[in-house]
């Protein structure tokens, strides 16, 4: 789901080889995939990540800069993937150039995005909601076929038995986990 609504959000806001693109929450998963997209098609990918501990997976990715929030950022960019929220979405807007794409992917942060007055008006430029909705056969398969070609990487931080659910879903809650967690069921 992370890939799909990388692939879709990225789709939605015009992504092409000439773009700009500023991936905020680039070590998480739908930033990950982000940036290993964006790259593919050849656009400026700027990723944004909480530390610098985080900053070597969107590097490996394809990311042409990264950055630790949004600090020396401060020439315009046409598209923002963001799944932090709050006052980076709000900053994240400030730097969207005219004509400019924000999809809001998820909510991080879990903070109120304050704009101050006026902060909405201007050159034309879109803030869009964004949800995984409808069939995804299609492009599930898209994103099979690259991770198959080796051109989209998957990275798995932890792996176990479907037994240990809960301890896996506590670790992706805490953020502990870099990547995918992966459950193996037992067959027969």
Do not use: C, H
């Not at 530390?51 to 929030?69: I, K, N, Q, T």
């Not at 792996?159 to 506590?170: I, N």
């Amino acid at each position: 789901m992370a890939g799909i609504a990388a692939l879709r959000s990225l789709r939605a806001a015009g992504l092409g080889p000439d773009k700009r693109v500023l991936v905020t929450g680039a070590s998480g998963g739908v930033g990950r995939f982000a940036v290993q997209l964006a790259a593919r098609a050849g656009a400026q990918v700027i990723a944004s990540v909480g530390s610098a501990a985080r900053g070597a997976g969107p590097a490996e990715a394809g990311a042409d800069e990264v950055l630790v929030g949004l600090n020396g950022l401060d020439r315009p960019v046409d598209i923002v993937i963001d799944s932090v929220g709050g006052p980076q979405l709000v900053a994240a807007w400030d730097l969207l150039a005219p004509g400019g794409s924000l999809q809001s992917v998820g909510w991080t942060s879990g903070e109120p995005a304050v704009f101050p007055p006026y902060a909405t008006v201007g050159p034309a430029k879109s803030l869009t909601s964004f949800v995984n909705e409808g069939a995804v056969g299609a492009d599930l398969t898209e994103l099979t076929e690259l991770a198959a070609q080796g051109v989209l990487g998957v990275e798995i931080g932890w792996q176990g038995s479907g037994e240990r659910f809960t301890e896996a879903a506590e670790e992706l809650r805490g953020r502990r986990i870099r990547g995918k967690a992966v459950l193996e069921v037992a067959g027969d």
